[in-house]
């Protein structure tokens, strides 16, 4: 079955650094995929999406880039803050039908 | 423009009974999708309403119900509550919804906790 999978459960890092958050997908070739930001408590907050078709996407400090040889998306943030903590999901569907990994819990600290 | 509101935003229920949550799109949104989101399964795809018909059905069981109404506005129901129905519900809506890359919008949550 279609199986999509974020590296790890919490990544910590300092601020001003780079965080890098890994998504894996198998068993599938998704056209696209998104990547959303959660806020405990909150509903997830749409950031970026990517197609196949585009090896690289930018957003202010946000970057995300999709290799359909390796089956992965990674998604980066730069020049990281406190206010980047949250948790990160990348997702595929169609039709409003979203996947969604577990999710990968960022915590930048000062 | 206001965004997806979700009502009530928190709910304790017993198990045995039911309950209805309530997701009011954005203006113009026409398609509503349900989750649910607990901390082992993560977010999971209940169902889609787009023009008060269901599109797609998640792998969810048949206590789990939803609707749409004309003003695109939708309601999920749970019936006979069990422990492990406690969980965030978020609603999502899309403009049309044709487009399999059109952006999802969430709404707050409605949190349900069954004692």
Redesign the interface.
Known sequence: SQKIEQNSEALNIQEGKTATLTCNYTNYSPAYLQWYRQDPGRGPVFLLLIRENEKEKRKERLKVTFDTTLKQSLFHITASQPADSATYLCAHGGYNKLIFGAGTRLAVHP | KAG?TQTPRYLIKTRGQQVTLSCSPISGHR?V?W?QQTPGQ????LF?Y?SETQ??K?NFPGRFSGRQFSNSRSEMNVSTLELGDSA?Y?C?T?RA?TA??????????T?LTVL
Do not use: C, H, I, K
């Open positions: 997806v398609s999708s989750y993560g977010l999971q795809f889609e787009f599109r797609n998640g965030l978020l999502a899309t919804g399999s890359t059109d952006t999802q919008y969430f709404g707050p949550g949190r």
